[in-house]
C-alpha cells in the first residue's frame, strides 16, 4: 500500500491501538507524542507522510494549533488531517475545520468505522 500515517497522541494507549488498526489495514505508521514532535518529525523527515492523524488534548499544544502549523508548511498545506478525540463539541469541530481538519472521529471509536473513515482520507 505504501501510505505513510502520523500519528500524534500524547496517550500511548491511544497511539497503541491506532497504530494496531492501521497496521492491519497494510499501512506504514508512525507515532509520536505532541505537537513539538510531530512538528519536527514533519520538518525533518524525508519521506513524506500521506495523512495525518491528530489527538486535540496534548499538552504543550492542542490539535487545532498543531493542525494550523501543519497547514503553515508547504510539503503538508494539503495533506489530509484526521482528529481522533474524545472532543464531540460542534463548536469545537467548526474551529478545527476553519483550522484545517478534514475528519472528525471521536474516542472510544469502532474500529471498522475509523477504518472507514481512513481509506476514504487516504486515498
Known sequence: ????????????????IIKGCLLKEGYEVESVE???EAL??????KAFFDLLIIDYHMP?????TLAKEIRSLQDY????????TSEQ????KLKGAQSGV???VTKPFDQSKFISVVNQMAS
Do not use: A, C, H
Open 34 to 36: 505532541n505537537g513539538p
Open 102 to 104: 478534514n475528519g472528525w
Open 60 to 64: 504543550e499544544m492542542d490539535g487545532i
Open 40 to 45: 519536527n518529525k514533519l520538518k525533518t523527515e
Open 1 to 16: 500500500m505504501n501510505i505513510r500515517i502520523l500519528n500524534v497522541d500524547d496517550s500511548l494507549s491511544s497511539r497503541e
Open 77 to 84: 498545506s494539503d495533506t489530509p488531517i484526521l482528529m481522533v
Open 89 to 92: 463539541d460542534v463548536s469545537l
